[in-house]
């Protein structure tokens, strides 16, 4: 009799599992379609994205006849406020998908140890910590906008106007890439499971506490290969399109950790040959 019971018991968890993942993925995918909206809409900078990415194309190769209209942005709270938007939406249309099988394994875990007893909370508490890591992450990026266009390093399309800044940037995030640091943080977001087994802590702060740690791990993955779009474009679509998909690749993929290696070591060739050409 006990097994005749047990299978109802555990087909009703598994649809229960099934049913949290589906409303995880739709609502993931919904904030992942709304920020990918608003940043292609030009996320408050008066033009769409796509404008901006022929501006900053143009910017890149020298092209001055659509660009001689472009001035500074005068930088007001409001602006500020605006700028920390972009970048926060922009870092949750980018990393979203590759944490996505984080958070669905947290969702089924959380669901498990509900239904056996344990305390229950709602998976968007962890969702927040791992926003609430990149939005620190988005708040130092305008603080370092700020400096780069009060010191001329960026054009008003926030893009790079210096060779030597560029190569700089390219080769700081190349070695970068092949850091302890780099690999360890790495590991931590390609192991789902082993993050969560070895950091679990109980109720909705310790669910914000996970989150908070799995975004400082991805923030300490990638903020390296994000400060890459000052060296493209910050609003450049080609950029953050291809951010985007190698972080997914890197972080998802059997092979990505080698991809990330032959990556940094294309970076910092690249960087040096900048350097070398300019001085």
């Known amino acids: 009799m006990k097994k005749g019971r047990t299978v109802p018991i555990d087909a009703s968890l598994e649809a229960v599992v099934r049913h949290d993942r589906l409303v995880v993925i739709t609502a993931l995918t919904a904030v992942v379609v709304l920020s990918w909206t608003y940043l292609l809409a030009g996320a408050g ?9 022929r501006l900053s194309q143009n910017g890149l190769t020298g092209g001055m006849a659509d660009t001689a209209m472009m001035t500074a942005a005068i ?3 409001g602006y500020a406020v605006l700028m920390f938007f972009m970048w926060w939406i922009m870092m949750l249309a980018m990393m979203l998908p590759s944490a996505a099988p984080m958070i669905l394994l947290f969702a089924t875990i959380n669901r498990k140890q509900h239904e056996t007893g344990q305390p229950y909370v709602a998976t968007s508490i962890f969702a927040l910590g791992y926003l609430a890591a990149w939005a620190g992450f988005s708040l130092v990026a305008v603080i370092m906008q700020w400096g ?13 106007t210096n060779v030597i800044f560029g190569g700089v940037l390219l080769l700081v995030a190349g070695v970068y890439q092949l850091t302890p640091i780099k690999q360890a943080c790495l590991r ?7 993050f969560l087994s070895t950091h679990w802590r109980r109720g909705a702060r310790g669910a914000l506490r996970m989150g908070l740690g799995h975004g400082a791990y991805c923030v300490g993955c990638c903020w390296f290969l994000m400060g890459l779009l000052f060296f493209g474009g910050v609003m450049n679509l080609y950029w953050i399109v291809g951010l985007a998909l190698f972080v997914l690749f890197e ?21 040096v040959s900048m350097l070398a050409l300019a001085l």
Do not use: D, N
């Not at 993929?253 to 294309?266: L, Q």
């Open 45 to 53: 900078m008066g033009m769409s994205a796509f404008e901006m990415t």
């Open 188 to 194: 931590h977001c390609r192991s789902p499971l082993a």
């Open 148 to 160: 780069f266009e009060r010191t001329a390093l960026l054009s008003p399309m926030l893009v790079r």
């Open 75 to 77: 930088w007001t709270p």
């Open 251 to 271: 972080k998802i993929f059997p092979a990505g950790h080698w991809f990330g290696y032959a990556t940094g070591v294309v970076l910092s060739v690249w960087g």
